[in-house]
């Protein structure tokens, strides 16, 4: 039994309580019995929702129904949704029919809905999934109603198919806002945009239409099918608002016309609209290609901090409205509402969503989780800003259950107050007002840090008089020495010089064509980057860079968004520009790299082996497996942006040497795992396994060997990688279980091909590295890929000392680990055959000199020129006495076969009593002091030929090593 006066509740709503318990007083008793159930939930159901109890009053068996059914008690099962609204309008005769009905569906399924939201045996997200399950359920089914309906009148719509020959077309209908990201509250209107594939006519017998006006007719149709009020009720509000043209664009569109529209003229805030679609209704195939077609409209391919812009602008839309119309209590518009959440989940949705698919998802609860790992948001603000949305979500809905109304308006009487307060389980209006005001000020904390305008660290007093210098300047208002003291007041040394690269830049063609919108952009950040370039150490050099990436994205000018709203990226950019020519060319080749500038704590720490290769695999997790071209796009920026880190944290000082040439060496190491991985995949896909021996798979028995500075780890910025390829299966066998098999040489030659062609390939974004095959047996003109077998019959019985030479220095890269150690102890045999001292020095002495002869300084400039990798005194002598002495000495030494890096060859040398400790030092010192020397070169951009007065005591005791051991 339900006695209304025993409920611990506040005075002020018993009246509330006993009036509605009144009303579906007939309905419980039609139960039968007093269900513990159903007693329990009563209050908040009572004291929350006029409307529920208004329904319960005009059906009163519908709560019966709904008890006896254990509908009240359970959610829905995934389709439950669908096959109670298909049962329900199954047999409709009319259109006065089907529209009774749907309003009777949705009488029934909003009384369910609103009783489990209030008794809290549903969560937001049952909630909010119910509504919009409802939603698409009874628009779909509609539509197909009225769609053969009106092809008894008028034929069906045809239209041309992939082969031309005609096929009928149906609508698609698309959900926008909370409907498409299943987010509907209680009493949402839904967003529509109808549209469908091809424009043809109807084949109608007796008369026929265009496709755009029958789909126009049925859309008018579905609209007063869901929107009309009756006695009945209605079943949506509908807003079509978001087609388009608005309100003054025809009602549907064929999808050439909204492709059309959206890429010639669709606006920033349709951009934030789009995030949400999802077909609802009709055609779900031809939808899916029209959202494909769509993406890149929405998802741009780079970072793109113009929505920060957009979205500011949208807001202060908001904010006018919401003062003009005292809309301060207002939880979804107001302050901290649930649209600043919103906000801030699309925010980052526009900026990376082209970049990172996973963030191209509909749902706010899905986004928000992601932020931390994404773009570094802290975990504790996520976790405040979900909380917030769903009280402020449970808000909105308690405001809405009561009447069926669309409010977020908070209650001004006192009545009003206390049933809220009560539904959101609080015992007074106070306690409610106070958690909802902190909830608040969390979101508008947290929007305000996330799309709040960039602040600088000036007077209001200096920024407006170096706004309006700025602007003179630009708009050469001002005369030359003005000009230049502006310059010089922000620390040019050289102002007139710095005044002619501005007038150089506003001189372009380019700059002159730019539209309003990047016009703006330009002006706005070119300010800030000449105060950040006037604080550098040589600013005008700095300057020229800088300007070089602005004029390369001045057709792309969120770039100028990037920098203009993220200070901290602006001045990494002026740094590292004004220390290395090198960064300063690739940022300007890749500018989509500059997002990696805006977050200190990755840029100047570039992760381990272990790390990158977990980031390369989530990455390439998320494109589809046969999409080779995206997944060799997404390997490119991978590297661009991981070898950017490194040079940052090396321009830096962050990082020493051996540690940057470690770093660039895992990195291609990781890359040419997951190339031969997807090169793997490719292949046996198309041509079947090929097999290791009868009955027995590759797996894959394939071996990718590094050579030269990637087997030395002594990988630099721009290096290319010497790599030999081989495998072991037999070579009379054939692959298995392809569309067609091949040969196991043909299948791994061709391997080997794609591996290259997905390393060297030039895409939009470059290329991965430059690869050197001539170090395979035979050169150039041997096999792409041997056998181990094949590779050391060449090694011992065709290969010169050279190539046994570069073998010290081969180490396996990537691929089968038990080949691997086979090609090891290949290694080892070879390395460790006992030679003739004399005939090895006199071989290496001769080789060394032809490489003198054909890749050093010239006889005519010797004296004036040294070149540190090839003269006399150079890098290669150290490398080449390094390798003579292990060749002659790895027979009775075999810890010398151990390492393939000199550094660590020089220190088995010490150990092995080959070379004394001073030596041993001297030699490691002078070789890392070369490298270094030649690495600062390669960050300016400068080459390895020096003027012959440079390192000469670095030369003369490497000479005199050389004499010594190579020629005594």
């Not at 349709?270 to 959202?291: C, F, I, N, S």
């Not at 006018?320 to 801030?344: M, S, W, Y």
Request: glycine share 6%.
């Amino acid at each position: 039994m339900f006695d209304p006066a025993q409920v611990a509740i506040p005075a002020s709503l018993h009246h509330c309580l006993e009036r509605n318990w009144k009303r579906i007083l007939p309905a419980v008793e039609g139960i039968g019995s007093y269900p513990d159930g159903i007693v329990k939930d009563l209050p908040p159901v009572l004291i929350g929702s006029d409307y529920l109890c208004e329904q319960l009053e005009r059906q009163p068996e519908l709560l019966a129904e709904l008890w006896q059914s254990g509908e009240l008690e359970k959610p829905y099962l995934k389709g439950q949704m669908r096959r109670r609204a298909e049962r329900c309008l199954n047999g409709c005769d009319s259109e006065a029919e089907l529209n009774r009905r749907l309003r009777l569906f949705r009488r029934r399924e909003m009384v369910r809905i609103i009783w489990r939201d209030l008794s809290r045996r549903a969560d937001l997200t049952e909630t909010t999934l119910s509504l919009s399950e409802m939603a698409d359920a009874l628009i779909d089914l509609t539509l197909d109603w009225l769609h053969e309906d009106a092809v008894k009148r008028w034929g069906r719509p045809m239209g041309p198919g992939a082969d031309g020959s005609p096929v009928e077309q149906r609508m698609v209908v698309l959900g926008m806002g909370k409907l498409g990201a299943f987010e509907l509250n209680l009493s949402s209107d839904i967003d529509l945009i109808f549209t469908y594939p091809e424009n043809g006519e109807t084949d109608g017998s007796n008369r026929t239409l265009s496709n755009q006006e029958f789909f126009t007719r049925v859309g008018k149709k579905l609209i007063q099918a869901l929107d009309n009020t009756t006695v009945d009720g209605f079943v949506f509000r509908v807003d079509m608002r978001l087609r388009p043209f608005g309100s003054v664009g025809p009602l549907a569109c064929s999808f050439d016309a909204m492709e059309n529209y959206y890429q010639d003229q669709g606006r920033e805030w349709e951009r934030y609209a789009m995030v949400k679609a999802r077909v609802v209704a009709g055609d779900q195939q031809a939808g899916a290609e029209l959202l494909s077609l769509l993406r890149p409209f929405v998802y741009r391919k780079y970072i793109d901090f113009s929505a920060f812009e957009s979205l500011r602008e949208m807001k202060a839309l908001i904010n006018r409205e919401v003062k003009l119309k005292n809309r301060d209590q207002n939880v979804k518009l107001g302050a901290g509402g649930i649209r600043e959440v919103e906000f801030i989940a699309q925010a980052f949705q526009l900026i990376r969503g082209g970049r990172d698919p996973r963030l191209q998802q509909r749902e706010l609860s899905a986004i928000l989780p992601l932020l931390p790992e994404c773009v570094g948001m802290p975990p504790e603000v996520v976790d405040e800003l979900l909380e917030s949305y769903r009280f402020l979500r449970d808000t909105e809905h308690a405001l809405q259950a009561l009447a069926d109304r669309q409010t977020q308006e908070l209650p001004h009487d006192e009545l009003g107050q206390a049933r809220l307060a009560f539904v959101m389980g609080f015992g007074d209006w106070a306690g409610f007002s106070d958690a909802l005001t902190g909830y608040r000020g969390n979101v508008s904390r947290h929007f305000a840090e996330v799309i709040a305008p960039v602040q600088q660290e000036q007077s209001d007093r200096e920024r407006e008089q170096q706004s309006v210098d700025w602007h003179r300047l630009w708009d050469e208002e001002l005369e030359s020495e003005p000009s230049e003291q502006f310059l010089q007041s922000l620390g040019f040394t050289d102002p007139s010089r710095a005044l002619q690269q501005l007038r150089n830049l506003q001189q372009l063609r380019t700059v002159q064509m730019l539209q309003q919108v990047a016009q703006v952009r330009l002006q706005a950040v070119l300010p800030r980057l000449l105060q950040a370039v006037g604080r550098s150490e040589n600013p005008e050099v700095t300057l020229e860079r800088v300007l070089l990436l602005i004029q390369a994205v001045l057709r792309r000018s969120a770039y100028l968004v990037l920098l203009a709203e993220n200070p901290g990226a602006l001045d990494q950019l002026v740094r590292l520009c004004s220390a290395s020519q090198w960064f300063a060319d690739q940022i300007s080749r890749q500018p989509g790299l500059l997002d990696e500038l805006i977050d200190p704590r990755t840029l100047f720490t570039p992760p381990d082996k272990s790390r990158l290769n977990d980031e390369l695999r989530q990455l390439l997790l998320r494109i589809p497996e046969d999409d080779t071209e995206q997944l060799m796009e997404a390997l490119r920026y991978y590297k661009h942006a991981h070898v950017l880190r490194v040079a940052a944290s090396d321009i830096t000082g962050a990082l020493p040497l051996m540690k940057v040439s470690d770093y660039l060496t895992w990195l291609a190491e990781v890359i040419l795992d997951a190339v031969l991985e997807i090169a793997w995949r490719d292949m046996t896909g198309k041509y079947g396994v090929p097999q290791r021996v009868a009955g027995e798979p590759c797996d894959p028995d394939f071996i990718i060997v590094g050579y030269g500075k990637l087997g030395g780890i002594e990988l630099s910025y721009g290096s290319d990688l010497d790599l030999v390829f081989i495998y072991d299966a037999d070579a009379n066998l054939m692959t298995k279980g392809g569309q067609r098999e091949l040969p196991n040489p043909v299948f791994f030659t061709r391997l080997g091909q794609r591996i290259i062609h997905i390393l060297g390939t030039l895409t939009p974004s470059g290329q991965l590295y430059e690869v050197d095959m001539r170090l395979r047996p035979s050169g150039n003109s041997g096999l792409l890929v041997s056998t181990l077998q094949a590779f050391e019959q060449y090694q011992q019985n065709d290969a010169w000392t050279w190539e046994h030479q570069a073998l010290a220095r081969a180490r396996v890269v990537s691929g089968s680990e038990r080949l691997g150690a086979r090609f090891y102890a290949v290694r080892e045999t070879i390395l460790g055959r006992e030679r003739d001292p004399e005939v090895l020095k006199t071989e290496v002495r001769e080789m060394r000199e032809k490489m003198r002869q054909q890749l050093g300084t010239s006889t005519a400039k010797e004296g004036q020129e040294f070149n540190l990798k090839q003269d006399r005194g150079g890098l290669v002598d150290i490398e080449f006495m390094v390798q003579y002495l292990v060749l002659a000495h790895a027979h009775r030494h075999p810890e010398l076969m151990r390492w393939s890096d000199n550094i660590r060859m020089l220190e088995s040398l010490e150990q092995e009593g080959l070379l004394t400790p001073e030596q041993a030092e001297e030699l490691r010192e002078i070789y890392k002091a070369y490298r270094a020397f030649n690495h600062r070169r390669t960050l300016q951009n400068q080459p390895t030929v020096v003027s012959g007065d440079q390192l000469s005591e670095y030369r003369e005791r490497i000479s005199a090593y050389w004499a010594e051991l190579m020629e005594s």
